[in-house]
């Protein structure tokens, strides 16, 4: 009876977790099965967009790769800071609408042995009467960085989707 217990729990915990592979001649990464790939995208220098299957959530994902940093050590977070502002007010001018974003909080720290700066942002947009929330987990090994966007119009805690993407997560 235990054994059948422990075979019923690790299955259960499969179909929960389960995940799709994105691999590409750059990059190889697992995400969660509820999102699919989107070719559209309003930032065109984006290499991966992930949208949720559900179409009434706005949940949406970004990965992208260059070859900004050669290390994290190499990372100011005063001007990374600033570059997310950036791409952000780039966005916004695309939408033609006011807005104004905070940085909520920005940390370096340690997920699966590798060594991140983990950014979260809030953009409000009072005309839509929406505000949007940005974790961004920056990744740098070998001369690459690697960004992990997850965005949403929700506040939830977007760590464990950003978490799943960077386990995996390999450069190519």
Do not use: H, W
């Amino acid at each position: 009876m235990k054994k059948l217990i422990l075979l019923l729990l690790t299955l259960s915990g499969a179909v929960v977790f389960s995940q799709n592979q994105y691999k590409s001649s750059k990059m190889s990464f697992v995400y969660p099965e509820n999102y699919k790939l989107k070719d559209e995208r309003i930032v065109q220098d984006v290499l991966v967009k992930l949208v949720s299957k559900n179409t009434s959530n706005s949940e949406n994902i970004i990965v992208n790769m260059n070859y900004e940093y050669s290390s994290i050590d190499d990372v100011d977070k005063k001007s990374l800071n600033k570059k997310l502002i950036s791409e952000t007010d780039n966005a916004m001018k695309v939408l033609g609408t006011s807005y104004e974003t905070t940085i909520i909080s920005t940390e370096r720290k340690v997920v699966f042995g590798k060594e991140i700066i983990s950014t979260l942002i809030k953009t409000e947009l009072p005309k839509y009467y929406t505000t949007l929330f940005q974790l961004t987990y920056l990744y740098v090994k070998n001369g690459k960085s690697c960004y992990i966007i997850i965005s949403d119009d929700k506040e939830n805690d977007y760590t464990p989707q950003a978490n799943l993407i960077l386990k995996e997560f390999m450069f190519l």
